[in-house]
């Protein structure tokens, strides 16, 4: 008699938990779908894979994110250069030149990256969007003629803090997916205006919870930074796009969720 209840409980764990697979597996099919991971400046967990870095680049292109996002600098003599701040070991990029900028070496021995060999790094995987930020309105032309010139409009999406580089982007590719990310406008405001996503901080989103709503009833998607844990938080949120340090970590937990 023993044998027999330990045989029924045995069969009834065995279903229960195929019921509760069936459901996450339904719940997770939207969400593999759904959403998408940008690895924030390339995918860069060790010395070796600086972040903005080419390396970082091909990591992200390796580990098969939606996209890779990077910065973009002009010097004063019209360069387009790869990095995230303003200065780099004392060189202000926007106040130098390209012979200065192009000699600042990164902490893997790559120089740091010009625009071009970027984005021909990137051109070789087409299926990895490149998420090109302009870090300042200048940057915005010389980005654009270049993107033009590889040749790889459809691959590029557009990001920036300020909005008039946001519109600069729009008024140049009218096609573009541009996306605006200083997190203080609604999402009808910037698509009135031809931006057609909003790529807010975690904190700005939280506080505009329903921006997530405007946005997918404008026809809009959703991409929030950067977001290193608490994932299933904004999956729960419904973002289409989470930004992110942890790329490998964000995929994995979508690949278990499947
Ligand atoms: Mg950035």
């Known amino acids: 008699m023993k044998k027999i209840f330990a045989i029924l409980l045995a069969v009834s764990v065995m279903l229960t938990g195929c019921q509760v697979t069936k459901k996450t597996a339904s719940r997770a099919a939207g969400i593999q779908d759904k959403v998408k991971v940008v690895a924030h400046r390339g ?102 003629a ?31 997916i541009v996306q605006y990310l200083n997190g203080d406008k609604s999402p009808s405001e910037v698509l009135a205006d031809g931006i057609v996503a909003i790529d807010y901080s975690a904190n700005k989103l939280k506080s505009h919870p329903e921006w997530i709503k405007e946005a997918h009833d404008n026809g809009m998607f959703v991409n929030v930074w950067t977001v290193n844990s608490d994932f299933e938080y904004w999956i729960d949120q ?6 992110t340090n942890e790329s490998e970590a964000l995929l994995n937990l979508l690949k278990s969720m499947k």
């Not at 590889?150 to 580089?165: H, N, R």
């Not at 419904?238 to 930004?243: A, C, R, Y």
Request: aromatic letters at 10%; a negative charge; one cysteine or more.
């Open 146 to 176: 270049l993107v033009k010139e590889l040749g790889i409009e459809k691959q590029v999406e557009w990001i920036a803090f300020s909005y008039e580089a946001c519109k600069r982007v729009h008024e140049l590719l009218p096609d573009a």
């Open 43 to 144: 995918y860069h967990p060790s010395p070796e894979y600086p972040e903005n870095s080419i390396a970082a680049l091909k990591y992200a292109q390796e580990l098969g994110v939606y996209g890779s996002e990077f910065d973009v600098w002009r010097t004063a003599d019209g360069g387009l250069y790869v990095n995230h701040d303003r200065s780099f070991k004392g060189v202000n990029l926007a106040k130098s030149t390209s012979d200065v900028v192009g000699e600042l070496t990164l902490s893997n021995g790559e120089k740091m990256p010009t625009l071009r060999a970027y984005l021909e790094q990137g051109k070789k995987v087409p299926s990895v969007k490149l998420i090109l930020e302009l870090k300042h309105y200048e940057a915005a032309d010389g980005s654009v």
């Open 238 to 243: 419904g973002v289409d796009v989470i930004t």
